[in-house]
């Protein structure tokens, strides 16, 4: 797992953390290597559900490109 050119404090939220959504900042991507093709739904699920929870209205796209799954903010 990889995160580019994002901030290094962390606000803790409600639940386990698993995947650092809170530091995508617009304009960069989170970079999330995968092992199987089911990581990808359990990937973007958690993204969902993270948006969802903390009521979020970030524009972002997702992309696999091989081995590694992209999670890009945009606003």
Request: charged share 25%; aromatic share 14%.
């Amino acid at each position: 797992m990889e995160i580019v050119n994002t901030p290094t404090n962390i606000k803790k939220g409600k639940g386990r953390v698993k995947y650092p959504f809170a530091q995508i900042t617009p304009g960069k991507s989170l970079i999330i290597k995968i092992n199987k093709y089911e990581d990808i739904g359990r990937i973007k699920s958690a993204f969902y559900q993270y948006r969802k929870n903390n009521k979020l209205n970030w524009e972002f796209s997702t992309m696999v490109n091989g081995n590694e799954i992209y999670i890009n903010r945009f606003k």
